[in-house]
């Protein structure tokens, strides 16, 4: 009860506030946490222009464009060869980080 009280008069004294914000190291947390926001949106717009561009998803795309599969065998099929199509873009996707950090 009285280091909740303490703790909730210390985040209400807008000096200590103040202070604490313009110090080294809530400076430097406040530049880490913003860079590593940055890169993440970076990454994640990256990842998903790559997917877009993917051979597996335009595969699927064109597997499932208005038509739905009758049998079984053809269901069989399809599914198989937006594996192979997967299997081989992970290889590549492998192949290219090996190459990168060369």
């Known amino acids: 009860m009285v280091l909740s009280r303490l703790l909730f008069s210390l985040l209400n ?4 506030i103040e202070k604490l914000a313009e110090s080294r190291p809530i400076r430097r947390a406040a530049q880490i946490t ?3 926001i940055t890169k993440a949106q970076i990454t994640g717009r990256d990842a998903a222009a790559k997917m877009l561009k993917s051979e597996t998803l335009q595969q699927i795309r064109q597997e499932t464009a208005g038509r739905i599969p009758r049998d079984p065998g053809e269901l069989g099929r399809s599914a198989r060869r937006v594996r192979e199509t997967f299997v081989n873009e ?3 996707g492998l192949r290219d980080a090996k190459n990168k950090d060369k």
């Not at 004294?13 to 200590?16: A, D, G």
């Open 90 to 92: 992970v290889k590549e």
């Open 13 to 16: 004294n807008q000096q200590l």
């Open 34 to 36: 913003a860079f590593a």
